[in-house]
């Protein structure tokens, strides 16, 4: 489909690597949190996983997202049909719900066991970068094309709006996985739209009422709406990864991509600690 080669692979990739150069210098120069493996090493693995994901999120999801929204075009079904108003605004709320959806969709990556056994593998790193944020399981980028089209179909979302949210989408994912320190104060003024590092770093903690909250993509408004929200964890109180996977050797590429088909092992929260160097170095978000 032309429009996918032009705004996606072109227009969009180009904005994507210009943000992921950008956000590695971030992260790189102005760290938030302090690594606890080989930055490289990670680097390799996550990547080597994303491999298949990636070639997925373009000739699967992204495919059948716009072909589901070209359909609704002809047949007039969905939310944006049952209104009229200017171009802009039906984009501009199918935007919005696109993004609820994926709230909700991560919600139940969650919250459902077989969803988790995939969406694990992204939990499963030890540290928390800009290579986080590619390190999703194949199998969960292919079941995610059933509840994705599912929201397409059912908001009536334009071929044009699901590109644009799209490109936001990964842009975002990028940003708010990445290992940047902004400014306290900024991020607290940013963080009232927008997901930030911070807060999606308390999602990433080993503890597991703050794994289960921060579930937001694009606009952090959705966890307040659902009081999902957790912002009073020091960052330097979180330590990223789940428990019950500690050795950082056991996480090969191999081991990843595997380990949704074999036996997960339960959940184990560990006790947070905090001290008051930490409280002092830094003020709760």
Do not use: C
Request: charged share 20%; net charge positive; glycine share 4%.
């Amino acid at each position: 489909m032309e429009i996918i080669t032009e705004v996606f692979d072109k227009a969009g990739a180009a904005i994507l690597a210009t943000f992921f150069i950008l956000f590695y210098f971030a992260e790189s120069q102005w760290p938030l949190r302090h690594r606890v493996q080989k930055r490289w090493q990670r680097i390799l693995i996550n990547v080597a996983v994303a491999i298949p994901s990636f070639a997925l999120l373009r000739l699967l999801l992204i495919t059948t997202l716009v072909w589901l929204a070209i359909i609704n075009q002809d047949i007039q079904f969905g939310l944006n049909y049952l209104y009229d108003a200017p171009a802009w605004i039906k984009g501009f709320i199918a935007f919005l719900v696109l993004d609820y959806s994926n709230y909700l969709w991560h919600v139940v990556n969650h919250k459902i066991p077989f969803l988790w056994r995939f969406h694990l593998v992204h939990h499963t790193d030890h540290d928390l970068d800009l290579s986080t944020a590619i390190r999703f399981h194949f199998g969960e980028l292919i079941l995610s094309v059933f509840f994705r089209g599912l929201a397409v179909f059912l908001i009536g979302a334009s071929p044009l709006t699901v590109l644009v949210y799209e490109i936001v989408f990964e842009t975002a994912t990028q940003f708010h996985h990445t290992n940047m320190r902004l400014p306290l104060r900024f991020e607290k003024t940013l963080n009232k739209l927008l997901v930030t590092p911070r807060m999606h770093g308390i999602h990433h903690s080993v503890i597991r009422h703050e794994t289960d909250s921060n579930y937001a993509v694009i606009f952090s408004f959705w966890d307040r709406m659902h009081r999902t929200v957790r912002l009073n964890i020091p960052q330097n109180d979180v330590k990223i990864g789940v428990a019950v996977y500690p050795d950082k050797k056991e996480l090969t590429t191999w081991y990843l991509l595997k380990l949704p088909f074999t036996a997960v092992r339960g959940w184990k929260d560990e006790e947070r600690k905090v001290g008051l160097k930490g409280e002092k170095k830094e003020m709760k978000f």
